[in-house]
């Protein structure tokens, strides 16, 4: 694996300090698409983020990111409920967090891990 040289490990520090000083959705977007998962998490843990743009970083191949997209308070009930995995074998740790959330939330489950109004 090739080293990082000095310029990329102060880019790659100011894009973390920009991810968790974002105001606004509009300032997190291009997090979306950064190659740095974990830039990616920061952002979705940004307490600023609305419901709007969690669902987008809920859309994150790793669950590192999706798990903190779940973390975050402002995260909608529509994103919880789209996080959780109906085959029981692919459950994980985003689905076992989306479902923890949505129980605080009020929502009740049935035998099957999915909640009760599930269609």
Known sequence: MVKKTTEQKDAEERRYIAASAAASAVELE????????????????????????????????????????????????????????????????VHHAARAKLEERGAEFGIDGMPEDAV
């Open 30 to 93: 291009p997090f979306l698409a950064d190659p740095n998962q974990s830039i990616r998490a920061v952002a979705a843990m940004n307490p600023n983020a609305d419901a709007t743009i969690l669902d987008r970083f809920a859309d994150d191949k790793f669950w590192g990111v999706r798990v903190q997209v779940v973390s975050n308070a402002n995260v909608s009930h529509a994103t919880l409920r789209r996080l959780l995995e109906p085959v029981t074998r692919k459950r994980g740790v």
